[in-house]
């Protein structure tokens, strides 16, 4: 490997090499791009003389955590991809109460390494999702409402800049830096290692779900959208929409995380809602709960994805939200899944200029997602996504950066960080990123270009 450093412990992959196709595979079949060189780093110093031989060779630099950005940002065509997966360890400090994970664990291995100790904090929902790139975004999950955003949970970060140089920012130490990293993706180098506060959540779980055909869920999704106002901390409230056999089903419910006895306290008012076609109620440990929507083999589709924050939830909204884009509830082919996720609680408790993730108000983040699997139907499911999501787009303000479709470009970014937020991104890019290396993202621009 020809570099500047002498010292090198990972490994170079080029195409044909075995393992490069493994590599440059990401959680979207649409992507097939072929990067010149994958560089799987076993150490910090590996990510460091990876980011000093791109630049060298003037390669662009993508970087792969778990690879579950739909948009495919890690994989550049002709470039230099840094993979963080044999980066993966984790280390937790039980009577600390804090985590040492590097970048490129799954938050599967956080959750296992923690819960032994009836420990977590919020990591996703999903246990084969990057760590590093769930938290550099902001990080929901179904311990945001009790204890924030896994970003408020980060306590420092070890990052290689666009020299290949090695920091650390804390609120202590580059502070400006952890508000940076704290929301703001990507953008300003590598980070290879996290150190997170943990939480005493326990193990257990609570899991409610009711169907309810389309046609009877107004009242129901009203009546859901009030609950959610008064409910306890430890009650994340979901909906969604989806195409059945039987029709279009609305699904209202809640995840509670903690003593299931006290999330039964909520079950007779969802009842309450309406009769409807199908309950279930389980009680998973908070692993199972984390692996729940994991998928089998997710690699294979192609998709494509809508997204807002939602500050409100009318009724037209809640009509919008069952029609999917479609003309009526049982017209339009191919329409996108569509669901929403409660935000509020502990989120909402930290002050919007404290981190550059935004929008601490929203009351739901909604998203529009299609997956398929043939190459001929790729329009009219982008299309259909890209239609559920115009239908929000009244009640929108905001969204979640690590939900921007890859097609959004700066409009995406303007839509993810309000413009006071933005400018002071942009100041903290030409600090750390002058010459924008690290722009295979939603990217945030220096001031030179």
Not at 257 to 265: D, F, I, N, T
Not at 340 to 353: C, E, M, P, R, W
């Amino acid at each position: 490997m020809t570099t500047t450093s002498p010292h090198f412990d990972g490994r170079l992959l080029t195409p044909g090499s075995p393992g490069y196709d493994a590599a440059r595979t990401v959680w979207n079949a649409m992507i097939d791009r072929r990067p010149r060189m994958i560089v799987q780093a076993a150490s910090v110093t590996d990510v460091a003389v990876a980011v000093r031989l791109a630049r060298e060779l003037d390669l662009e630099i993508g970087v792969r955590s778990g690879g579950h950005n739909v948009a495919g940002l890690a994989v550049p065509a002709d470039g230099l991809m840094i993979d963080l997966t044999p980066l993966n360890g984790v280390r937790v400090d039980p009577v600390r109460r804090r985590a040492r994970v590097q970048g490129g664990a799954l938050l599967g291995a956080l959750d296992r390494a923690s819960q032994p100790y009836g420990l977590a904090t919020t990591a996703g929902n999903v246990s084969h999702t990057g760590v590093g790139g769930l938290t550099l975004g902001g990080g929901m999950g179904w311990l945001a409402r009790q204890h924030g955003l896994a970003c408020d949970n980060v306590i420092s970060y070890t990052m290689v800049t666009a020299d290949g140089q090695v920091v650390t920012a804390s609120r202590s130490e580059n502070p400006d830096l952890h508000w940076g990293l704290r929301g703001g993706g990507g953008n300003f180098g590598i980070v290879t290692d996290f150190e997170f506060h943990l939480h005493h959540t326990g193990t257990q779980t609570l899991v409610a779900e009711f169907d309810f055909r389309a046609e009877d869920a107004v009242p129901v999704l009203e009546g859901w959208r009030d609950l959610n106002a008064v409910a306890p901390r430890q009650a994340t409230f979901t909906a969604d929409v989806q195409s059945t056999a039987r029709g279009p089903v609305a699904t209202v419910g809640f995840v509670w995380v903690g003593e299931p006895a006290q999330g039964h306290r909520l079950l007779p008012a969802m009842r309450a809602l309406g009769r409807p076609v199908a309950e279930r109620v389980t009680t998973p440990s908070y692993l199972e709960l984390q692996q729940r929507d994991d998928t089998v083999g997710g690699h294979a589709y192609r998709r494509y994805s809508s997204a807002h924050y939602l500050r409100r939830f009318p009724t037209a909204a809640i009509e919008a939200f069952l029609l999917r884009g479609a003309s009526d509830l049982h017209t339009g082919a191919h329409l996108a899944n569509v669901g929403l996720q409660a935000h509020g609680g502990a989120i909402a408790d930290v002050a919007d200029a404290d981190a550059a993730f935004s929008y601490r108000g929203t009351m739901f983040e909604f998203g529009a997602g299609s997956r398929w699997t043939e190459p001929s139907e790729d329009d009219v499911r982008m299309a259909a996504a890209r239609s559920a999501g115009a239908a929000l787009d009244p009640y929108a303000d905001g969204v979640y950066v690590n939900s921007l479709a890859a097609d959004e470009g700066q409009h995406g970014v303007r839509r993810a960080y309000p413009a006071a937020k933005l400018a002071r991104l942009t100041a903290l890019k030409t600090i750390w990123d002058p010459h924008n290396v690290f722009h295979l993202n939603h990217n945030i621009r220096p001031h030179s270009q």
